[in-house]
């Protein structure tokens, strides 16, 4: 974007979260690991055509902002001291672009500001650029989705009044955009009574900046956290996207080649997205950020019996390197194969997988063992294999950090 074109965000994260529960405001709780406002953060940075953005925070938790920025190396953020309600919150991000009210350097007054929650995660570029462009064209716009339920009136006896019709309307969601002068007009004419208890950011441009929004359809995904349940559902979509792709990596010996061709044709069944390599194609982080065009968090690293954890230590090395656990942890799947007879005394030796999980876990990566009863028998290999796979399937889906450095049997 131009620099007359400039886009800047506001995310209002002042709230304390009371439908929630809990003493910790929701845009604070953790989603996998991470404060979930870290993870609204992380799609707005996504997004290189947005060139600031303007965190609005409550007087008490600026403090803890600024560690979660400095913590994941977050970018292009100013904080703001956010105000009494979310409207005052709003305004007091949109002053940081014209007054000196921020807690940071003075910011340049964007073309269109985009205004979105800082408890809805789940934004795509797709979609911010469209209400961007349609800001543009009419003034403001705004994602909504179709009603779930009929919206009815009560009278004052509790009785029903009446209700609209749902086809006729639409739940409103973020984003939302603006022309930056429109919605700062808007703000600047509020009264007291629209700050402290208007809700709808395009409703004030329609009543204060005579600009009627554009309306459009967007992704489900917008929802935002309001209940606890909601907490479990964005680990559960987040766990979902990441789950999609799997590379196994095996060397050339024998044995190795045989359970990672199994695994493969049975891992198929369980994950989308399933890739094989030889160790040797991935000796460099570039090696590392080409698998899936660095989109894999998830890997089973094949090693052989006399070679311990070696495979494994290079992969973890390789995947430190590249910062894969950036921004999602990474599972590691350390496979480990055994004769029956020999079983006892490998499962022994792989008490390192524990010393080396422990350190890995710091770079977010999960690092679980599985230990394969090897067998010349075709029908013992296969049961192992598939044993082994759905092991793995479930790792990879549940990625709990409570099993790291564990060793399963298949």
């Known amino acids: 974007m131009q620099a007359e074109r400039r886009v800047a965000a506001v995310l209002p994260a002042g709230g304390c979260g009371e439908r929630l529960g809990g003493c910790t405001p929701k845009q604070f709780c953790p989603v996998l690991g991470r404060p979930l406002i ?5 799609a707005m940075e996504r997004v290189g055509w947005i060139s600031d953005i303007v ?12 560690s979660i920025v400095h913590h994941y190396g977050h970018k292009r953020v100013t904080l703001v001291e956010g105000g009494e309600t979310r409207h005052r919150s709003i305004f007091n991000g949109l002053k940081a672009f014209t007054e000196d009210h921020t807690l940071g350097p003075a910011l340049q007054t964007p073309e269109v500001v985009i205004i979105h929650d800082a408890v809805r995660p789940f934004v795509d570029e797709e979609t911010l650029l469209q209400v961007t462009s349609a800001a543009r064209q009419y003034g403001a716009a705004g994602a909504v989705r179709p009603l779930v339920s009929t919206v009815i009136a009560p009278s004052s006896d509790g ?4 209700s609209l019709e749902r086809a006729k309307h639409r739940a409103s969601e973020m984003p939302q955009a603006f022309l930056y002068d429109i919605i700062y007009e808007a703000y600047l004419q509020c009264s007291d009574h629209d700050l402290d208890f208007g809700t709808e950011c395009l409703h004030l441009a329609l009543a204060y900046g005579k600009t009627r929004a554009k309306l459009l359809d967007g992704p489900p995904d917008l929802w935002k956290v309001t209940y606890k349940r909601d907490l479990y559902t ?7 996207r990441i789950s999609k792709h799997l590379c196994i990596l095996t060397n050339i010996k024998e044995e190795a080649v045989q359970i990672g061709f199994r695994l493969h044709e049975n891992l198929k069944s369980h994950i989308k997205n399933v890739k094989s390599i030889s160790s040797s ?3 460099t982080v570039q090696d590392v950020q080409n698998i899936y065009q660095g989109q894999c968090y998830n890997y ?3 090693n052989v019996k006399d070679s311990d954890l070696e495979e494994s230590r290079n992969l973890i090395d390789l995947l430190q390197a590249a910062h894969a656990g950036a921004y999602y942890q990474v599972v590691v799947v350390s496979v480990h194969l055994a004769f029956s007879e020999q079983c ?5 030796k792989l008490s390192e997988i524990r010393k080396l999980a422990k350190e890995a876990q710091k770079s977010d990566i999960l690092l679980y063992g599985l230990l394969i009863h090897f067998s010349k028998e075709e029908s013992q ?3 192992g294999a598939r044993q082994a796979a759905a092991i793995i399937a479930a790792l990879i889906t549940d990625r709990n950090p409570a099993l790291t450095g564990q060793v399963m049997v298949a």
């Open 159 to 162: 009785c029903l009044d009446h």
């Open 234 to 240: 964005a680990e559960s979509i987040i766990k979902d």
């Open 381 to 383: 290999l296969e049961d």
């Open 344 to 348: 006892g005394s490998e499962f022994r």
């Open 300 to 302: 089973v690293c094949i």
């Open 281 to 283: 194609m991935c000796k």
């Open 38 to 42: 870290s993870r609204t953060l992380e």
């Open 55 to 66: 965190v609005v925070v409550a007087t008490e938790s600026v403090d803890l902002m600024k």
